[in-house]
């Protein structure tokens, strides 16, 4: 069994200062992970994904995450947020032992004020 | 196409209906998932696809619900006798693969179903 917890609801940052998003995983195998974002009325997006290379990990937009084993966690990191990346981030962990179905966490709703 | 396109974008069913909400998957990709996510929640798994066989419904909610996917291209979500807990956005996605570590599954924009 697999599962996500992301640990808050909602983030709200100024613009040009640091975005933290904070997800703990649960997996009976050595996991892939994936932060998709969701912006209104458009579909998810990936940002990136973690597939047992390298640890720290780096996306699109400027985002990175870094894969920590013994934290059992994978948050995401922005070192200057855009009012742009204001949406919906989803922690995402797969079941590579079966058909890579998805699980996701709730979500976090990133608010960016200017 | 260049993604994955799911029509129609929005539909509003009386309670009792039937609807149908479909997806096109990007050409060539094997698997296809459908996911369910309520208002303020993640998506959640509702069946798998690989070609036309579905290999995986464990996710459906009810006997209400029922997806084919005939020639292994396009796929069809049903839904019989709405019902209001059933208004959700209904996502699908595409991958080329079957399983593994670099397989990436690819959204569509979903369907947002009003049940009144």
């Known amino acids: 069994a697999q599962s996500v917890t992301q640990l808050d609801s909602h983030v709200s940052v100024s613009e040009g200062t640091p975005v933290l998003l904070r997800c703990n995983y649960s997996s009976s195998y050595s996991p892939s992970l994936f932060w998709y974002v969701q912006h209104p009325n458009k579909g998810l997006q990936l940002l990136l994904k973690?597939?047992?290379?390298?640890?720290l990990v780096k996306g699109i937009n400027g985002f990175e995450a870094e894969f920590k084993k013994s934290e059992t966690s994978f948050h995401l990191t922005k070192p200057s947020a855009h009012m742009s990346d204001a949406a919906e981030y989803f922690c995402?962990?797969?079941?590579?032992?079966?058909?890579?179905?998805?699980?996701f966490g709730k979500g976090t709703m990133l608010l960016v004020s200017p | 196409g260049a993604g994955v396109s799911q029509s129609p974008r929005y539909k509003v069913a009386k309670r009792g209906q039937d609807v149908a909400l479909r997806c096109d998957p990007i050409s060539g990709h094997v698997s296809l998932f459908w996911y369910q996510q309520a208002l303020g929640q993640g998506p959640e798994f509702l069946t798998y696809f690989q070609n036309e066989a579905q290999l995986d419904k464990s996710g459906l909610p009810s006997d209400r619900f029922f997806a084919e996917r005939p020639e292994g291209s396009v796929s069809t979500l049903k839904i019989q006798r709405t019902q209001q807990e059933d208004s959700a956005v209904y996502l699908c996605?595409?991958?080329?693969?079957?399983?593994?570590?670099?397989?990436?599954?690819?959204f569509g924009q979903g369907t947002r179903l009003t049940v009144v």
């Open positions: 996605a595409s991958s080329l693969l079957v399983a593994g570590r670099d397989t990436e599954a690819f």
């Open positions: 995402v962990v797969s079941d590579i032992s079966g058909y890579s179905t998805l699980t």
């Open positions: 973690y597939t047992s290379a390298a640890t």
